[in-house]
């Protein structure tokens, strides 16, 4: 038995739970508003070595389930995934709602779900763009599939929940009805923004904080520290994985003799993590222009968690970060792939003290009026309700 429970809400995501990533941040809002607007749920992720595979919570009314993968080969993992969660749902008759962020959850819930549950499609990423970043080796035939499962889920989902226009406008280009899909973008916590004392150092830092993905650009910006005319400053990277992922950046650090310039840091709570965001001179954004920036969509947490911490925000001028940035006005946006380009906009930064304090500003107050998590979470709740009324 999975569950010590039957519970009327499942929310189900093909990733680890928790964690210090952005998607991590994202499941816990969410789930927990699942949990309650329902009054009870089953959270079915993925396990690390640490995590345990069971855990429960007020008094087992939230159940959590942890598949704990032995598969190296992504797609056998995530194969492996959908068929323990379709043995999860045939114990769990009473579902009123099932919530899921991905094809691999997906395609269970849709192909088992009870008459009586109602599905939510929670689109952060088409894993059919997403997987060639990560696997250049993929096959054709193997992401046509995974477009093809990605279709199913579109077209039988109750629900369809977006975070970005881009995004909304890619599932509308797939034939899906506008009436059943909704944009709730990222948010961030303001109330524990305000908890924070700011990281304050004698030196100014640039900051770049989340994944180590090749489309987030990480290496573009190492390119660019060389060309910054600047008498003293630093570079933190705050990464969300574990030290063993960094080789590749700090083979390039050492060959463009910047290593004694940069500080590492690792998998740091969210308090920890806005004191560094609040005392940045600007967080750097430099998203490469491939398919799953320009045209998938994004909303990327960095880009909404700096202005909420009212930093400075310098950013790759992209169609998915044009959508939350506005030049000069909400932050700073430069040409992509261009480490000198960068640097420039940098140092037009620093000249600029003023016009910085001005755009921190406009930006801060655009994220409280756009931003919070509880106007995110009033948007989902209303989805909920939509949706068990079809």
């Given amino acids: 038995m999975f569950y010590k429970k039957q519970h009327t809400a499942l929310y189900a995501a093909f990733d680890v739970f928790p964690t210090h990533k952005g ?14 607007f329902m009054g009870d749920l089953a959270l ?26 032995l598969f190296d080969n992504y797609l056998e993992r995530a194969l492996a995934f959908g068929n323990i969660l379709q043995k999860v749902l045939l114990t769990q008759n009473q579902l009123k709602i099932a919530h899921f962020r991905d094809p691999w959850s997906g395609y269970p819930i849709l192909n088992t779900k009870y008459p009586d549950c109602k599905t939510l499609y929670e689109v952060n990423a088409f894993y059919s763009i997403e997987l060639l970043h990560l696997y250049a080796n993929i096959h054709f035939d193997t992401l046509k599939k995974i477009y093809d499962i990605e279709q199913y889920c579109l077209e039988n989902a109750d629900s369809i929940i977006v975070v970005s226009e881009l995004l909304k406008q890619n ?20 109330e524990l923004t305000k908890q924070v004392i700011k990281q304050e150092e004698e030196v100014p830092y640039l900051l770049y904080f989340g994944a180590l993905q090749p489309w987030q650009g990480l290496d573009i910006l ?56 609040q005392g940045a001179f600007a967080v750097i954004a430099p998203l490469i222009d491939c ?29 998915s970060t044009r959508e939350w940035i506005t030049h000069k006005v ?7 792939n261009r480490p000198i380009e960068l640097a420039r906009t940098i140092q037009w930064a620093f000249e600029n003290p003023l016009e910085v304090e001005k755009i ?20 989902l709740k209303n989805v909920y309700q939509k949706t068990l009324k079809y």
């Fill in 330 to 336: 909400t932050g700073l946006l430069c040409r992509s």
């Fill in 171 to 190: 599932v509308l280009k797939r034939g899906i009805p506008e009436h059943k899909v909704f944009l709730i973008p990222n948010g961030y916590d303001v």
């Fill in 44 to 69: 079915f992720t993925l396990a690390d070595q640490t995590l345990p595979v069971y855990d429960s919570d007020f008094e087992g009314s939230l159940e959590i389930y942890r598949f704990k993968f």
């Fill in 291 to 319: 398919s799953r920036n320009s045209e998938q969509g994004c909303c990327p947490f960095k880009i909404i968690e700096s202005m909420g911490n009212g930093a400075l925000i310098i950013a790759s001028d992209l169609p």
């Fill in 222 to 277: 190492l390119r660019a520290i060389p060309y910054i005319q600047f008498q003293k400053f630093r570079l933190k990277i705050i990464a969300s994985q574990r030290k063993k992922n960094i080789k590749f950046y700090e083979k390039l650090s050492e060959k463009l003799n910047i290593s004694d310039k940069i500080d590492w840091y690792f998998e740091l709570e969210q308090k920890e993590l806005f004191r560094y965001i």
């Fill in 23 to 36: 998607s991590s941040t994202h499941i816990q809002y969410f789930s927990k508003q699942l949990f309650e």
């Fill in 360 to 379: 921190k500003n406009h930006a801060k107050s655009f994220a409280i009026e756009n931003f919070t998590w509880d106007k995110q979470l009033c948007k």
